[in-house]
């Protein structure tokens, strides 16, 4: 079946750092890819919507420029939590496929904790 | 607006049938995803409907009606190993998934 690839699974760093994560699809090319946020305990929440060679689509309340979104390519797509505070602490998920019609589920990769001392 | 309900804990035992309810209302329908998630790790996909019926996987079936915008998770012979966290999405006219907030299921001995 169809892989995606999270990468790093653990950050912990200081406040004001600013973490990159990647995803990538493996095993096929996904036009569209979908970055999560989940807090313990709490559902999955759709931050944005990454588009191959456009601007991402965020969903509301998501600052844009505090999460860097960049899908330069069919296979990859990379999250920036710029200058992150504690309160970004969290899970965060990526997914690929299934932005289209039919029965293509979204597939996850194994997400990123983040935690900023 | 869009959403989707289900309850937000079940409790079954170990060996038993357990079934897992899912009401949705969203502008336009393509879809049904369930998804499972063990604490602390991603969803992983279980199951799609599209059409009304019932899908069968293994211990794993999936009903849906789309005239009463319901759908129902059915897990049998039930594990220690089952006990997560259900999610159900439904993909919109804009073929974007909504999703509902998930059902916690504790399997006891």
């Known amino acids: 079946g169809a892989v995606v690839s999270q990468h790093p699974s653990w950050v912990i760093c200081k406040s004001g750092t600013s973490v990159k994560i990647e995803c990538r699809s493996l095993?096929?090319?996904?036009?569209?890819m979908f970055w999560y946020r989940q807090f313990p305990k709490q559902s999955l929440m759709l931050m944005a919507t990454?588009?191959?060679?456009?601007?991402?689509?965020?969903e509301q309340g998501v600052e844009k420029d505090k999460f860097l979104i960049n899908h330069a390519s069919l296979t990859l797509s990379t999250l920036t939590v710029t200058s992150a505070h504690p309160e970004d602490s969290s899970f965060y998920i990526c997914?690929?496929?299934?932005?289209?019609?039919?029965?293509?589920?979204?597939?996850f990769g194994d997400g990123t904790r983040l935690s900023i001392l | 607006g869009q959403n989707i309900d289900q309850p937000t804990e079940m409790t079954a035992t170990e060996g038993a049938i357990v079934q897992i309810n899912c009401t949705y209302q969203?502008?336009?329908?393509?879809?049904l995803f369930w998804y499972q998630q063990h604490a602390g790790e991603a969803p992983t996909f279980l199951s799609y409907?599209?059409l009304d019926g019932l899908e069968e996987k293994g211990r794993f079936s999936s009903f849906l009606s789309r005239s009463k915008g319901y759908s129902y998770l059915l897990l049998k012979e039930l594990q220690m190993k089952d006990s997560a966290s259900y999610l159900c999405?439904?993909?919109?006219?804009?073929?974007?998934?909504?999703w509902g907030a998930g059902t916690k299921l504790i399997i006891k001995p």
């Open positions: 095993d096929f090319q996904a036009t569209t």
């Open positions: 999405a439904v993909k919109d006219s804009n073929y974007q998934l909504i």
């Open positions: 997914s690929a496929g299934g932005g289209e019609a039919g029965s293509q589920p979204q597939h």
């Open positions: 990454s588009n191959e060679g456009s601007k991402a689509t965020y």
């Open positions: 969203t502008s336009g329908f393509n879809g």
């Open positions: 409907n599209v």
